[in-house]
């Protein structure tokens, strides 16, 4: 197809496709004429898989582009693929003075959390340090605050997690797609979480209150 | 205390204090004499809330100015800044030329997901758009993926966000606090969600191979 077709196909404008292509993160298509390419399907999914990461992702192309050079090596293994994806979604937070005790701490919260479901995480896996800086920014807000409620949460995750994991094919040949799948599922159970929230909040707080 | 007493013991540079001031996303300290002013812990209580919004929520400074503005209107009741903090986490994404059928089957789902568990949600919310947003991504990367298999995320949204809810004080007079809050659980959950991920593609994926 022309360019045309992949933009309509897509919803992509065609000057963002050719930014792309600028940069990279699209492959040409195949020379057809003078300044004439064609593009085929794989061109199309692999716009889809840049726009999930972008949109719904909300990831910069620097990463986009990490993600994707990763999932093109051949010799990474699909944990480690995940492992890319984790950190470009959880930005190591710079370490704020003061607060070293207090982390400490909520690193040791997060040891507890993943000993008792025993789950097998790297003790380097960026996440865990992620969870640590939200698990010590709730006990500045609220002192009383213990991290034992976050049992029901891994509880949860743990159920959901492992049948997502078991859906996927036994050899994901579409490394990319099995990784934009994750993404996608786990922003569906943000917004999800936000509906019950919108619920739960007004079956408690809002009766007979104007909006 | 003082503006160098308030960055150790929040985290936050004298240089990004003194920008929120001139910001007005934090209000001026006490002037006790030529460029010097006084702080108190209400200064350092609204810095932490700023800064679980910006770094944890990686919220933009507009968004931020526009939430800390809703929870000061004592007009609006708790679910409408919920409203607002759902609106900024959720940015309404741009209709794509091509989509709108796919977009419209989307929002049916999410009216079904939302119906079947008996959730009071406006029909305007900016979370309904977002989440038809992410489904119809989900089509269109896998054809045969259908939304039942979000039911289970449904059902333990609604328990888990359930809990959080009624753990809130009767009538929280730290709205800001309360939103935060619940801002801070949604991350937890998505990172401890993400440490299941770890687990489950390494049991799956993993063994034996090297990272």
């Known amino acids: 197809m ?39 399907d794989a061109h199309l999914h692999r716009l889809q898989l840049i726009r999930v990461f972008t949109t719904i992702g909300q990831l910069d192309l620097t ?40 982390l400490a701490e909520a690193l040791a919260d997060v040891d507890r959390l993943v000993r008792a479901e025993g789950w097998q995480v790297r003790p380097d896996a960026a996440t865990r340090a992620h969870l640590a800086t939200v698990l010590s920014a ?43 799948h994750s993404l996608l599922l786990g922003e569906a159970y943000a917004a999800i979480r936000r509906l019950a929230q919108e619920h739960h909040v007004s079956r408690r707080f809002g009766e007979g209150r104007a909006l």
Do not use: C
């Open 63 to 102: 990463s986009v582009r990490r993600l994707l050079a990763t999932v093109e090596d051949d010799r990474l293994p699909l944990t480690g693929i995940y492992d890319i994806l984790n950190q470009v979604l959880a930005p190591a937070a710079e370490p704020v003075a003061g607060e070293s005790p207090a």
């Open 2 to 40: 022309r360019i045309s077709d992949l933009s309509r196909r897509s919803g992509v404008p065609v000057a963002t496709i050719k930014f792309y292509l600028r940069e990279h993160l699209l492959p040409p298509g195949e020379r057809t004429g003078h300044n004439q390419a064609v593009y085929g």
């Open 138 to 180: 709730m006990r500045r807000l609220a002192g009383d605050w213990t991290p034992d409620s976050l049992d029901e949460y891994v509880k949860a995750a743990d159920r959901l997690v492992r049948r997502e994991v078991d859906e996927l094919p036994p050899d994901p040949s579409d490394r990319a797609a099995a990784v934009a």
